[in-house]
């Protein structure tokens, strides 16, 4: 079992930038994937950005390719997605999701691929 903790959500002009981080609990954090998902209010959860368990891979949405970084602490249990250059379209209630993959160095961008999932941050860019 693993309990996801997000934050550092809230509110940014356009063009600047958030961090936002989501803490882990258990034990065995390094086997798992991390991705980040969002939900923007009528629209479906998609994809934003991922990491395999060791964050030697990682994976962007094209919506934020070159614009947000995802990276993780393995030793604190932590994974980040540094946001920059935002925009008024980034407005949405943002996930962070965990899945166990024993030794396979992947990631996912699929949300049924995750099994745990926090209890999400809202991010508000106005426009």
């Known amino acids: 079992q693993v309990q996801l903790v997000e934050s550092g959500g809230g509110l940014v002009q356009a063009g600047g930038s958030l961090r936002l981080s989501c803490a882990a609990s258990?034990?065995?954090?390094?086997?798992?994937?991390m991705g980040w998902f969002r939900q923007a209010p009528g629209k479906e959860r998609e994809f934003v950005a991922a990491?395999?368990?060791?964050?030697?891979?990682?994976g962007y949405s094209d919506s934020v390719k070159g614009r947000f970084t995802i990276s993780r602490d393995n030793a604190k249990n932590t994974v980040t997605l540094q946001m920059n250059s935002l925009e008024p379209e980034d407005t949405a209630i943002y996930y962070c999701?965990?899945?166990?993959?024993?030794?396979?160095?992947?990631?996912?961008?699929?949300?049924?691929?995750?099994?745990?999932w926090g209890q999400g941050t809202q991010v508000t860019v106005p426009s």
């Open positions: 999701a965990a899945r166990d993959t024993g030794n396979s160095e992947s990631y996912y961008s699929a949300s049924g691929r995750y099994r745990y």
């Open positions: 258990g034990r065995t954090f390094g086997s798992y994937a």
């Open positions: 990491i395999s368990r060791s964050g030697g891979i990682t």
